[in-house]
């Protein structure tokens, strides 16, 4: 039987939310083992000067945990 863990993380790219996603399970997949999914709760941009300058998102990352 396998118990796991839910983490909430925030990434952000200056390219899209998509990207984010990838910037963001790549990072928590180099500090948490068994990462298995990763749900994207709430997406947001930050804007200056009417311009999109960066999407960020914030997702619930599950891994199971060590034996």
């Known amino acids: 039987m396998s118990v796991a863990r839910v983490t909430e993380i925030s990434a952000t790219s200056t390219v899209g939310f998509e990207d984010a996603v990838r910037i963001g399970v790549d990072r928590a997949s180099k500090t948490l083992r068994g990462v298995r999914s990763a749900w994207v709760k709430e997406q947001q941009v ?6 999109i300058t960066e ?13």
């Open 46 to 51: 930050r804007i200056e000067a009417g311009e």
């Open 55 to 67: 999407y960020q998102v914030n997702m619930m990352v599950t891994f199971v945990l060590d034996d």
